[in-house]
Each structure stands twice: as C-alpha cells, then as structure tokens.
C-alpha cells in the first residue's frame, strides 16, 4: 500500500513538474509571439517611414524639376531615407541569416587602423547632427595587422556606437575606447562605447539580446530600428568566441564592453629615409601630438611639432634664413582655431613645392580628395594611425612625392574598356550612367553566357575590368567567371573580374572569389568605393 501511495506521488510531483515546464514555455511562446507582433507593427511604421519620405520627395523632385536646389534637396533627403530603408532590411535579412545557420565568421588579415578609419567617417557625422560630443581613443594598441572578419566586426562596432548616438539625447557625449590585451600568439581587442543617454531599465537590460526588442516603441521614443541589432551583435560576438557586457541606468547612460581574441601578425616597420628628413607637425590636438612623439622618438625621427597655422608659417620662414629645409610636412587632425589646412598646404606648396605634404585626418578622403590634390597634398594617412601605419605612410610619401590622384575623385579612363554583365535594365542604366563620368567605353551582356561570348569574340587584353553580377538568367555569374577563368586565351587568368551584385553576405564574397573573382561590389552600387576600384585601372 505504501509503495503505490509513494508511486502515486511521484507522478504527481513528476506531472507537477510536467505541468510547470509546460507553463513555461507557454510563457516563453506567448511573451515571443507579443514580441513579435509588436515588431512587425514597429517594422510597419518603420519601413514605410522612409519609403513615404522616398515617394514623396520624388514627386517633389519631379514637380519641380526645373528648380535645382529643390531638386538637389529632395536628391538628398531620397539618398538619406534610402539608406535608412537599407539598413533596416539588412537587420531583418542578417537575423534570418543567422538563424537559418548560414552565416559564416571569415578570418583574414585585416588593418585595425583602417578599420577604425572606416568606423569614424561612418559614425562621427552622425554624432554631428545631434550635437555629441564624440571621443574616439585608442591607446595601447601595440598590432595592427589582425586576423578576423573585418566586415562583421565593423558591423558590431558600428552598431553600438549608432545605438548611443540614437538614444543620447541632442548635445550629449559619447566616448569610444579601443585598446588591445596580448594574450601569447592572440591579443584581445577590447572595445568600450560610453554614453550619457537615456539608460536602460535592469528589466529591458536582461531581455536586451532577445530579437525584436528594443528600449521603447518607435513611435514613442522618435527611434526607428528593427529591435534586431543587439540579437545580431550578440551572436556575431559568440561567433567569435567573444564577450558583451553592457551597464546601464536609467537616465544615467549605457557603457558597453566588447572583447574579442583575434591573432596578429607582428608589425614591422623601418625608419628608412625619414632619419634623416627633418619633419614639421602641424597639429593642435594634444593627444596626437603625444602620439607623434613617442612614435617619432622610438625610431630616432627628427621632428618638430607646433600648434598652429601661424606658427607652422613661422617655422617655415625661421628655416628659410637659417638655411634649414623641412622635406616633410604633416598636416594634422587640427591646426588651430580658424585654421584652413588646405589654404596652409597650398600656401605652404606655392612656397617651396619640394616639399612633401601628408595630410592626417579623419575625414574621409573621397570627399576631399579633390580639394588636397588641388592644393598641394600628396599623400594621405587617416586616423586613428598607428606605429606601422604612420611609418611606413610617411615612407611611401617620401619616396614617391605623388601620394594622391590628381584627377580629383573620379578617374580618367579614356581608352579603357569595361565588360558589364547585368541582367536588370534599371541597373544596367545605373551602372552605365556612373561609368560614363570617368570617359571609360563599356560593353554591355544581359546575362552571363553573353558575357563569355563577347569576352571570347574579343582580342585579348580588350577589356581592362569585368563587372559580373551573379543571379542572372541563362547562365549565373559564378558560371560565367569559370568558364572565362578556364578559357586558353592569354588574359584569362589575369583580366580582373569584380562582382557586382545584390549578394552581399560574406559567405556570398567568399563564393565569389572561390569562383575566381578579384573582388566584390554589393547593391545599392556605393559610388565611391566603385571609383576606388576604377582609380586602379589608370
């Protein structure tokens, strides 16, 4: 008797237990399912947000077409909105991604220089337009040339940094910190994003990497986004055997810390000529200035910084008469209040135009790009640089004196002929309209068996450049690249053939160059790094 009663209430308590798990989940699945009604009314109100401002400013644009401010205005607002739109489809489409486990960590050598670069010139202007105040340092880096996924760490970063600038309110402050942790043949990338934003309660901050959440409804907060981002971050970090750990209060601001173990290469770099190259600085930056000296006195460079303009013109006239000649000429971050860089370059160039004259910025150089070259400039070294990166840039700068293009931002390719493979006539019409600007002559193929075809009707080395898109009818890019590749024709092998196509995941860049591409171009087509491409070909 005593045994069944024992049974009996052990299946209760199993059943109970049963019960509870059930309850659970049931929990679970309907807390889910609020989530993602509640994301798809947001994903509703957002998407349809800039495709009203799209909409509407076309047919502004088209109402007064003859007026071209308006016209340059609504262009402007359609590109801003259109991005906007971009950004929210990639979260939705990278979540799908890496649910569906398609997604893939790369691991190729990378400059953290470059990528930090590229980093800045996204998200500085963006802290601009709400009156932040943006710190960006980075201290303690000791290797620059690192092993990884470069497109998803950028992404990671990128995230973050938009996250505290979206819920900082206007003229608040934001401070990024990257700095690195050696680790015998790894080193961890620590990477650290302060704010004084609106915070985070302890309860949204446990539900933080969960899809579809995000701090408040859009239509409350005026934040649009598809709560996909930290869920994104979060496995992309995992992915990499990393670590996220996120304080935060409410009304005080958010501190987010990212730690990442990657492997290195040793940086090397070697003085060279510069040991004996007397160099002016220019920089009123007082980190930087730091930065220059300790990396200038650990290689024995003669170098002498000022603060300013005037100054840098004072020293250029101190060594006119007592027979001093500075070959270099570092144009920094800064030079002062009301200071123009490029009016002091080309003062500075009109003077003396042997010397060489770097310019150290932030800026992205396609946007100024014209001006330096107009005004003397022969070189370029963004920010933030590092030991290898400024050394070896100097270098080059003084060996060549030709540092920059001097066509200005799109390349002269008269003579030159490009091979367009593209299936969508709108695209095609893009693609064609963007090309004509640098004077190249391009022939087009609607698919990629055309594009075989006429690369096989043509003498060999006719076409300087292939632009392959992937998903056309007939015959898709990857087949077309293989037979081009496998062709017995001289230039086969060594014609560069770049995808240009809507596939712009990394294991698609990864297919594309297993198939024998040089190199991959994503839609919507970014005009600049398409002429960063072309400038090669001069």
Not at 204 to 209: E, N, P, W
Not at 266 to 282: C, E, H, M, R
Request: net charge negative.
């Amino acid at each position: 008797m005593k045994d069944n009663i024992s049974a009996l209430k052990k299946q209760i308590e199993e059943l109970s237990h049963e019960n509870e798990q059930l309850r659970l989940k049931l929990s679970e699945a309907e807390s889910a399912n609020h989530a993602k009604e509640s994301f798809l009314s947001n994903m509703s109100h957002d998407i349809r947000t800039p495709m009203n401002a799209i909409i509407g400013m076309t047919a502004l644009a088209k109402k007064h077409i003859d007026e071209k401010s308006r016209v340059s205005d609504a262009l402007g607002k359609i590109e801003i909105a259109g991005s906007h739109l971009l950004s929210l489809i990639n979260d939705v489409l990278d979540m799908s991604r890496i649910n569906s486990g398609k997604t893939k960590i790369s691991d190729e050598l990378f400059s953290l220089g470059d990528l930090l670069h590229e980093i800045l010139t996204i998200t500085r202007p963006q802290a601009a337009q709400h009156g932040h105040q943006f710190l960006f340092d980075t201290g303690n880096i000791l290797e620059e040339d690192l092993y990884g996924d470069p497109l998803r760490l950028r992404q990671i970063y990128v995230n973050i940094i938009t996250n505290s600038v979206k819920y900082t309110k206007d003229n608040g402050r934001i401070s990024i910190y990257v700095t690195q942790e050696m680790q015998d043949d790894r080193c961890l990338l620590i990477f650290k994003c302060e704010d004084n934003g609106i915070g985070m309660s302890q309860d949204f901050l446990s539900r933080i990497f969960d899809p579809f959440e995000r701090v408040n409804s859009s239509t409350l907060s005026g934040v649009e986004g598809t709560g996909l981002g930290m869920s994104i971050v979060k496995r992309l970090i995992d992915a990499m055997d990393g670590t996220i750990d996120i304080q935060s209060e409410q009304g005080k601001g958010t501190t987010v810390t990212v730690k990442i173990p990657l492997h290195y290469e040793k940086s090397t770099a070697q003085p060279g000529a510069l040991q004996n190259t007397d160099i002016l600085v220019v920089e009123a930056d007082e980190t930087l200035r730091e930065q220059y000296r300790i990396i200038f006195d650990e290689f024995g460079i003669n170098a002498r910084i000022v603060l300013s303009s005037t100054e840098a013109l004072a020293a250029i006239t101190e060594a006119e008469f007592t027979g001093k000649h500075y070959s270099l000429v570092i144009l920094g971050r800064s030079i002062g209040t009301g200071g123009n860089i490029f009016e002091l370059a080309s003062y500075m160039h009109q003077a003396d135009s042997s010397i060489v004259l770097v310019l150290i910025s932030d800026a992205d150089w396609d946007d100024i790009e014209y001006h330096a070259n107009r005004s003397g400039i022969s070189a370029f070294i963004p920010v933030p640089f590092f030991r290898k990166s400024l050394i070896n840039g100097l270098n080059a700068a003084l060996s060549s004196r030709t540092g920059g293009s001097s066509d200005g931002s799109v390349p002269d390719l008269s003579g030159k002929r490009i091979l367009l493979a593209e299936d969508n006539m709108i695209n095609r019409e893009i693609a064609l309209e963007i090309l004509s600007a640098t004077g190249v002559t391009t022939d087009c193929a609607e698919n990629g068996k055309e594009a075989v075809e006429l690369f096989e009707a043509s003498s060999p080395h006719t076409y300087d450049l292939i632009l392959m898109d992937i998903q056309m009818p007939v015959m898709d890019g990857y087949e077309a690249v293989r037979l081009i590749r496998a062709s017995d024709r001289a230039d086969s092998k060594e014609v560069p053939i770049w995808a240009m196509t809507a596939n712009a995941f990394a294991e698609d860049v990864q297919k594309t160059a297993a198939a024998g591409m040089n190199g991959h171009l994503a839609k919507p087509i970014d005009v600049r790094l398409l002429m960063q491409l072309l400038k090669t070909l001069v």
